[in-house]
Nanobody, 114 residues
Framework: QVQLVETGGGLVQAGGSLRLSCAASGNFLRFNTMGWYRQAPDKKREMVAIISRGGSTLYAESGEGRFTISRDNAKKKVYLQMNSLKPEDTAVYYC????????WGQGTQVTVSS
């Protein structure tokens, strides 16, 4: 059974940084476009960043210039470096394929205090 496990979240002050990691069981990760998504309280889940199998990236406007998505296919991991964090970045962050193909993991909570 495929599992996605997100780690690296936490409580940080505005302007701080966090690096999220997504680990995947199985070998599907390196063959797929992967994305980071987030869901804030009372809001729909939204895509934050995408990385193709070849390493091309795309960012939502909210994270452009502040977030960097990367991947290590050998380690079966995807990362999201988040800098200059803002209170509006507070959310649970998830990873999954693009489009989503697998059950969501538990996510990792990111809380940015003002």
């Amino acid at each position: 059974q495929v599992q996605l496990v997100e780690t690296g979240g936490g409580l940080v002050q505005a302007g701080g940084s966090l690096r999220l990691s997504c680990a995947a069981s199985g070998n599907f990760l390196r063959f797929n476009t992967m994305g980071w998504y987030r869901q804030a309280p009372d809001k729909k889940r939204e895509m934050v960043a995408i990385i193709s199998r070849g390493g091309s990236t795309l960012y939502a406007e909210s994270g452009e210039g502040r977030f960097t998505i990367s991947r290590d296919n050998a380690k079966k991991k995807v990362y999201l470096q988040m800098n200059s964090l803002k209170p509006e970045d507070t959310a649970v962050y998830y990873c999954n394929t693009v489009p989503t193909s697998y059950p969501w993991g538990q996510g990792t909570q990111v809380t940015v205090s003002s």
